[in-house]
């Protein structure tokens, strides 16, 4: 979910309601004591943003107290270790999906981390390279006596795409071998298929992740349908989302900060439209903010007419400028 799970999506997700945790995007952790907050685009927050969970990409247990120490500057409101990413970049740096094979190296970092935080500590996993039970047995005990407080489960191997059909029945088996919360993760985008997962995994909650960038009102249906939480019925308007989504950019994100954000918000909203793909074409082919919405504009005058009236014209070169020093990190300074 990187570059998708910024400040302008979780806002986004608030105004319908029904989420219960959010989260960052994936922080390089040993960035974080130099990053100034909060210009950093990793680090905007506003006020109503909360509880947040700071998710750390980490390959050791370097540094971990001067990390933590930055954390609770920023006052963080649970902290999550990333041992489930199966990007190549995050891989061959040691971090994400490759700590699961390295137990070792992952018990010095979770114990390091719990001696420098009271705050909540989380983990995300996948299933591992192979079907493994004993192997994943092993590593979700150890993660649960090191003091993880929550532990979420995509459940799927580190190789299989997102095509794949999750295997809710293994997030079942983790639930069984631990005494702390099992949250499952993979596929969740409806009411229907957070049924069918909490029927298959018994799970005590669940992670969304694709899902929350195309339809953000999804938490809300999914409280109300599922948990049955008195939340009212979401009223959407898809260009009036979306100009919503601009406005953030606008308001809290520096000018070379804010196109590439859309477009990749656009890449999964756009799916709202049978013809959709014309949206994150056009989108995806601008060169400024206000090319891209000016593109959305007449996608939506065609396509979503009623949902058009109100709609503002944009300017983001006029937007109050922001100091921002932050740059999208390196590979060598990835962890």
Known sequence: ??????????????????????????????????????????????EQESPLSYQLLLANDKNIPQIFEALHRLKADFIDLNLGCPAPLVRRAGGGSSLMEDPIRVRKIVSSARQNTTLPLTAKIRLGETLDEDKLRNFCLMLAGEG????????????????????????????RWVDIPVVANGSIDSVASARRCLEESGADGLMIGRAAARTPWVFA??????????????????????????????????????????????????????????????????????????????FFVVNDVDGCEGLATLSATKAEEVDCSSQSPGKETLL
């Not at 979420?152 to 095509?163: D, G, I, M």
């Not at 939340?231 to 196109?259: K, S």
């Not at 400024?288 to 959305?296: N, V």
Request: proline residues 6%; positive net charge; contains cysteine.
């Open 221 to 298: 249906t999914i409280a109300r349908e599922v948990y049955g939480l008195e939340i009212p019925e979401p009223n959407i308007c898809l260009p009036q989302l979306y100009q919503g989504y601009v406005d953030a950019l606008i308001q809290r994100f520096q000018p070379d900060r804010r196109l590439g954000r859309l477009k990749e918000f656009t890449h999964y909203f756009a799916r709202n439209y049978f013809f959709g793909h014309h949206l994150a074409a056009k989108v995806q082919a601008s060169s400024s903010l206000d090319e891209a919405w000016e593109q959305a504009v007449a």
């Open 148 to 175: 993880i407080e929550m532990l979420t489960v995509h459940a799927r191997l580190r190789s299989e795409p997102f095509a794949r059909l999750p295997r809710w029945n293994w997030v079942a088996k983790v639930k």
């Open 1 to 46: 979910m990187a570059g998708l799970t910024h400040s302008a999506l979780r806002t986004t997700i608030l105004q319908y309601g029904g989420v219960g945790l959010l989260s960052t995007e994936m922080l390089a952790a040993a960035r974080l004591p130099a990053e100034r907050s909060p210009h950093s685009p990793y680090l905007v927050r506003t």
